[in-house]
């Protein structure tokens, strides 16, 4: 895995990505959907498993699930686990900090 840096500092992020506002992010030709709650960053994969619409165009309900706009499926951004498991999960991203910068694990 490597680790590809998507942020210089945590102040830096905080002001890219809004609480519970859905953010794409493109590394490596890879689309992620960037969600910030209270707690912390999350990222999964950007395209809904059902029907592959772009998860960043979606919204965040109050359980911390990001909803597809296509259909209203639901994921977990903890676990990428579709809440009624009508599709597969999606892929889930580890993030870290480190010397004050973010990071992805691709």
């Not at 830096?12 to 809004?18: G, L, T």
């Not at 059902?50 to 109050?62: D, F, P, R, T």
């Not at 009624?84 to 870290?96: G, H």
Request: charged share 30%.
């Amino acid at each position: 895995m490597d680790w590809i840096k998507i942020f210089s500092s945590v102040g830096e992020m905080q002001q890219a990505v809004v609480p519970k506002q859905p953010r794409l992010l493109i590394v490596r030709n890879k689309r992620i959907c960037l969600v910030r709650d209270d707690e912390q960053l999350r990222a999964v994969e950007d395209r809904c498993s059902h029907n592959s619409e772009s998860l960043s165009k979606g919204i965040v309900n109050y359980l911390g699930e990001i909803i597809c706009p296509l259909h209203g499926y639901r994921f977990s951004m903890k676990t990428g686990r579709e809440g009624e498991q009508r599709s597969r999960d999606l892929i889930t991203y580890p993030l870290k900090e480190e010397d004050g910068a973010i990071f992805i694990g691709i």
